[in-house]
């Protein structure tokens, strides 16, 4: 718990020694897989999980700009799965590729690309688990304020630990799970 008031703060302070430019987004993600074929778990296909994030994005440079967000997760598995985490991003919205022999340079404008690492809690039945998280948001934004987003997340299940034990075989490196979300991010200039 400590270390989750500590990233808790350091986000805040980091809001507060970055020049912002006031500028807000939620996004919701639904997970495809869970939804398309369930799991080896008894969780039937046409289980809800949803991520939402709210994100707060700084000043543009070169590339892109930080993100700075907040998840929630919850899922319909046995227990309740929720997950809360603080996230640090960089989103890449200016991806330039230089000319190269008979290829010329060009420009993807509306192509993002978001790696992002972030630190949170798990909670399902009555376990507080600790939960590392990765996530790459691969995004195509349709104007100023739509973007068609998919998620590549791998976080920690600390839980399936506690609840399954150290034989579950489909938790990857770091004793992380991965999945994909598809959503539409929206953004909301306040």
Partial sequence: MKKLVFIILFTLLSFSKTT???DFAIALYANIGLTLRGDHHGHPAG??????????NANQNKLGHWVYFAEFEFAQLEGNYKRYSGNLAYNFN????????FIPRFELKHLELQPSIGYGVITRFDLV??????????????????KIDVLFQASERSDMIALYGD?????????????????LGVEIDF
């Fill in 167 to 183: 034989s579950d075989s489909k938790l990857g490196l770091f004793d992380t799970r991965q999945s994909v979300f598809g959503g």
């Fill in 94 to 101: 200016r991806i330039v590729f230089p000319k190269i022999w």
């Fill in 129 to 146: 688990k600790p939960s590392l998280g990765f996530s790459l948001e691969v995004g195509y934004r349709l104007n100023k304020h739509f």
């Fill in 20 to 22: 912002a430019q006031n």
């Fill in 47 to 56: 289980t809800l999980d949803i991520v939402t994030r709210f994100k707060y």
